[in-house]
């Protein structure tokens, strides 16, 4: 199942896609985050992992933030051509990537990732600063939690920024004749 949110705030769209019970919950927790729900309005989705999800405005721009935890062949297929699509209309694509298991199919989904997104961000197991490893895996999904809503701010914060500064370039190169 994806997990599809659009939060729009300022007249900008942020989509932000979850698949798998880890990268779900994360998705929850950053739709609670205050940043996130200042002044936006939330939609929300939820799709079959081999669904398409229609787009609107025919070449509008969109910025999309991508959680996988569960991560499949056949449903990183789905996505990866519907991020291809939007890519295509010059939208710009995240994706983090949370690996439960290394095994095969898993390495090929990561490979798909690789080269249908902008950005993949591949969080392996954890250490602290001395090289141990994390054992609980609660205090590594409570990091990874804190270090996904970070990453989810700083795209969201850049996009929406970025938007407004060009229009406002924009505004300033017109001429007007009295």
């Known amino acids: 199942m994806l997990h599809f949110s659009k939060i729009t705030a300022k007249s900008k769209d942020f989509h932000l896609i979850a698949s798998g019970a880890l990268a779900f919950k994360i998705h929850n927790k950053i739709l609670k985050d205050d940043d996130f729900m200042k002044g936006a309005k939330v939609s929300r989705n939820l799709l ?9 405005e025919g070449d509008q721009k969109k910025v999309f933030f991508v959680i996988i935890s569960d991560l499949d062949k056949m449903n990183a297929a789905h996505l990866c051509n519907m991020i291809a699509k939007e890519r295509a209309k010059g939208s710009y694509a995240v994706c983090q990537v949370i690996p439960m298991y290394y095994n095969e199919p898993s390495f090929k989904a990561l490979k798909m990732l690789r080269q249908n997104f902008d950005e993949v961000i591949e969080l392996n197991k954890l250490t602290l600063g001395g090289g141990k490893a994390l054992i609980s895996t609660e205090q590594q999904h409570c990091i990874i939690t804190d270090y996904s809503i970070t990453m989810a701010r700083i795209v969201r914060n850049i996009s929406v920024n970025d938007h407004a500064v060009k229009e406002k370039e924009e505004k300033k190169g017109q001429i007007v004749y009295a």
């Open 48 to 56: 079959q992992s081999n669904a398409v999800i229609k787009s609107q």
